[in-house]
T-cell receptor
Framework: DTAVSQTPKYLVTQMGNDKSIKCEQNLGHDTMYWYKQDSKKFLKIMFSYNNKELIINETVPNRFSPKSPDKAHLNLHINSLELGDSAVYFC???????????????FGEGSRLTVL | AQSVTQLDSQVPVFEEAPVELRCNYSSSVSVYLFWYVQYPNQGLQLLLKYLSGSTLVKGINGFEAEFNKSQTSFHLRKPSVHISDTAEYFCAVSNQGGKLIFGQGTELSVKP
């Protein structure tokens, strides 16, 4: 069983379209994240949810909207896709232990988004 | 604010040679430190972590790292690398808030 799974793995779409990426974790973790990895492999945090509540929201365009229906799922919806949105999007999860979240992340395999 | 600098973007080495990947961080509070490895077209996998205690931490695949608070460094080492160690390596830092900040990555290329 994959601990953190994302779908789809590859996504090719036209500029202006709307697309979603789904993520599920079966680790029982409280916190989930979306990271963006650009063409230079730089990883930047986008969002974080703890028990369905948004706790980290970096400077991300409003076209990106995360949704967490329950603590095991975190989806990412992107409206009006632009060329610059092409990247690999990683979902991750972590656990709070004794009130501390060390930030140790468990990553999914990534979703490669290509906008034409 | 925290930040991480990986001093080398690419490190080419020959098989069975030792390697050190350098990482420096800045933070005004206590930190947790991590090294992750990313093989081509895969997600990130935890190599090792420093949370507290002994400053020398050992990880998977024969890697180890030393936390040096005075030099704000967390360099990754392996005494003898294999072809299969070819990958991108990321140093990362977080505080108790669970926000992990990554360095720019170091591409380790092991040649026969």
């Amino acid at each position: 069983d994959t601990a953190v799974s994302q779908t789809p793995k590859y996504l090719v779409t036209q500029m202006g379209n709307d697309k979603s990426i789904k993520c599920e974790q079966n680790l029982g973790h409280d916190t989930m994240y979306w990271y963006k990895q650009d063409s230079k492999k730089f990883l930047k945090i986008m969002f974080s949810y703890n028990n369905k509540e948004l706790i980290i929201n970096e400077t991300v365009p409003n076209r990106f909207s995360p949704k967490s229906p329950d603590k095991a799922h975190l989806n990412l919806h992107i409206n009006s896709l632009e060329l610059g949105d092409s990247a690999v999007y990683f979902c991750a999860s972590s656990q709070v232990a004794e009130g501390v979240n060390t930030g140790e992340l468990f990553f999914g395999e990534g979703s490669r988004l290509t906008v034409l | 604010a925290q930040s991480v600098t990986q001093l080398d973007s690419q490190v080419p080495v020959f098989e069975e040679a030792p390697v050190e990947l350098r990482c420096n961080y800045s933070s005004s509070v206590s930190v947790y430190l991590f090294w992750y490895v990313q093989y081509p077209n895969q997600g990130l996998q935890l190599l090792l972590k420093y949370l507290s205690g002994s400053t020398l931490v050992k990880g998977i695949n024969g890697f180890e790292a030393e936390f040096n608070k005075s030099q704000t460094s967390f360099h990754l080492r392996k005494p003898s690398v294999h072809i299969s160690d070819t990958a991108e390596y990321f140093c990362a830092v977080s505080n108790q808030g669970g926000k992990l900040i990554f360095g720019q990555g170091t591409e380790l290329s092991v040649k026969p």
